[in-house]
Nanobody
Framework: QVQLVQSGGGLAQAGDSLRLSCAASGRRLNNYVVGWFRQAPGKEREFVAAIFRSGGSTFYEDSVKGRFIMSRDNAKNTVFLQMNSLKPEDTAVYYC???????????????????WGQGTQVTVSS
């Protein structure tokens, strides 16, 4: 079993950058697919980005492509989401999630992830 603890986030202005961290304990995170999801008030949780186990291939939702960068630090057993050029519509609670058995076609499905971080608020003002 893996435990995920998130940090980062907070308040930002449009155009600013923030970095989210998702630190794991209990297992090596590089053996898991790790995804980032977000949920805005009154909306469903949506996929943001994911990083795959082997080779660290990354996948992004179209709305964040070119602005957000997901990466791993295996030595720290941590995954990061660097968020650049933030927009007010990026405002949401962000969650990291992990799963050991996820296949490529399912990385965008939140119901396929077994382990979740506690969530962190990101608020972007215009």
């Amino acid at each position: 079993q893996v435990q995920l603890v998130q940090s980062g986030g907070g308040l930002a202005q449009a155009g600013d950058s923030l970095r989210l961290s998702c630190a794991a304990s209990g297992r090596r995170l590089n053996n898991y697919v790790v995804g980032w999801f977000r949920q805005a008030p009154g909306k469903e949780r949506e996929f943001v980005a994911a990083i795959f186990r082997s080779g660290g291939s990354t996948f992004y939702e179209d709305s964040v492509k070119g602005r957000f960068i997901m990466s791993r630090d295996n030595a720290k057993n941590t995954v990061f989401l660097q968020m650049n050029s933030l927009k007010p519509e990026d405002t949401a609670v962000y969650y990291c999630a992990a799963d050991a058995h996820l296949i490529l076609s399912s990385v965008r499905r939140s119901d396929q992830y077994d382990y979740w971080g506690q969530g962190t608020q990101v608020t972007v003002s215009s």
